[in-house]
């Protein structure tokens, strides 16, 4: 055998090995998947979807609730967030915005398919048929305020925790009706230390978190 058989053989078996490394040890190796890291700009996004509105109600939950043991007032108050959100709130919404809007939020099909008189930022919404249509209403007396508390993540899930208080006759309190403090417009972010921590949980799914329950701390 001569001199350059033996190279082209030698070469042969070192690229035939080489591809067995490949195939059989490299296919074993651990995959390394890349940790989601959520920005706050998505955090801050979501946080309007669930923001105190100055003169509607918020329902306080004690223990984690999933989104489908919700009351009806929680559903629509967090649909309507979206809405405003979305630019679609005025005196005449067609079903298909507000099914735009619930999408965005709930990955299951939970929105109130009637209601009547829902009070939301000054106004009295109804859903009949494939219409919201409102009417202006009076606010009460009763204030709510918050503020973004802090939001970690974890695979593909998403924890936003919201400081939660109300203002009535210049005094401040928590859900639960304990007062934490004076009313002071520019204080107002540090007495919300004091408030409730309303705890929104997320999963992502299709690129878009969606509330899967909620809580407090």
Partial sequence: ???????????????????????????NEPVQIEKQTVKHETVESIY???????????????????????????????????????????????????QVSVSKVFQQDLWPKEFKNYIYDGYSYSLNGDTITREKKKCSSQKYVSKLYGYSSKDETLEVDVAVAYIKNNKVYDLKNNEIGDYDKNNINKILDKGTIQVYNYVLGNGNYYLNSIGSK
């Fill in 1 to 27: 055998m001569n001199k350059k058989k033996v190279i082209i053989i030698s070469l042969s078996l070192i690229i035939i090995a080489f591809l067995i490394y490949v195939f059989f040890i490299k296919k």
């Fill in 48 to 98: 309007k979807t669930v923001k105190a509105n100055d003169c509607t109600e918020l329902v306080s939950y004690d223990k984690d609730t999933n989104v489908n043991e919700m009351t009806t007032e929680s559903i629509l108050y967090l649909i309507f967030n979206q809405m405003k959100k979305d630019k679609v709130l005025k005196d005449s919404i067609e079903l298909k915005e507000y």
